[in-house]
């Protein structure tokens, strides 16, 4: 693992395919510009519509996405994550899938998303994943770069699941990726202390994509695409706009905060 430039992307995706991904292509652009080698796109970045019409696209998105993530990887040279888009299962559902892709436009690693977003917010909206969503059945993968160090995949709500956190720095995660699309009425209060708590507590780096604005009728996202230290010190917040949050992932200051707090070392439940 070398010290690199990684960035988390922040989008406004719309029920329009295309926009989406040109904003995505345009965001990857930038992000590359500044330096960037591994870049997160956040969770339905190709598309976030009703979900009757996600439904009808879903074999289109699938397709799309995924050549979209081996293109621009090798356009721009960089490992991307594609943090989650649907993919048809053959219960007439979809998995939310993420795909971590290198720069040759290779499949490194594939996840899909266990835990489903069946909530009532008190801003009243409801949300109800597992109505066209098939859970994944499981743990999200590690992918040991010599680049970038060892990747762990996770997608949104898995992040109030430190169980699935401690499965991946136990199979020797160094950096955790959540992209999300996070709600803006429990993002203001959850969002930062989530990420900060599972960096913390794995002494990991988290590198969190996330969708931000207003998407389709009351859909709103709450943005403030993080990267966050093993410390849990926020390098880079992208705010309430689209746009990248790009910080430096450091295996000196991980080596650092893991001598200083060896607390995967006395681990007594695993």
Not at 8 to 27: F, G, H, R, V
Not at 139 to 166: I, Q, T
Not at 199 to 215: D, L, S, V
Request: aromatic share 8%; charged share 20%; glycine share 8%.
């Amino acid at each position: 693992m070398k010290s690199y430039l990684a960035a988390a992307i922040q989008m406004t995706s719309l029920p329009d395919l295309q926009k989406n991904l040109l904003q995505a292509e345009e965001l990857i652009d930038l992000a590359v510009r500044q330096g960037a080698e591994l870049v997160g796109l956040p969770e339905n970045f190709p598309f976030m519509g009703e979900e009757a019409e996600k439904m009808a696209l879903a074999s289109e998105i699938a397709i799309e996405s995924e050549k979209f993530l081996k293109t621009m990887a090798q356009r721009f040279q960089v490992t991307i994550l594609g943090g989650g888009f649907p993919v048809p299962a053959d219960s007439g559902k979809v998995y939310n899938t993420c795909l971590l892709v290198d720069r040759n436009g290779t499949e490194l690693a594939r996840y899909q998303k266990v835990h489903l977003f069946d909530v009532n917010v008190p801003d009243g909206n409801t949300y109800q994943e597992s109505s066209t969503v098939k859970a994944g059945e499981h743990l999200p993968p590690v992918y040991p770069s010599k680049d970038f160090g060892v990747l762990g995949l996770s997608v949104c709500y898995d992040v109030r699941f430190p169980e699935l956190y401690r499965h991946l720095s136990y199979k020797g995660a160094e950096v955790l990726f959540v992209p999300a699309a996070f709600t803006a009425y429990t993002g203001k209060d959850h969002w930062k202390v989530l990420l900060q708590a599972r960096a913390i507590e794995n002494t990991c780096y988290a590198i969190a994509p996330a969708q931000t604005g207003r998407h389709y009728g009351r859909r709103q996202t709450h943005g403030h695409a993080m990267i966050v230290d093993p410390w849990g010190t926020i390098l880079a917040d992208a705010g309430d706009g689209p746009g990248v949050a790009i910080a430096e992932i450091n295996p000196d200051r991980l080596e650092q905060v893991r001598r200083q707090m060896p607390s995967l070392q006395h681990r007594v439940f695993i």
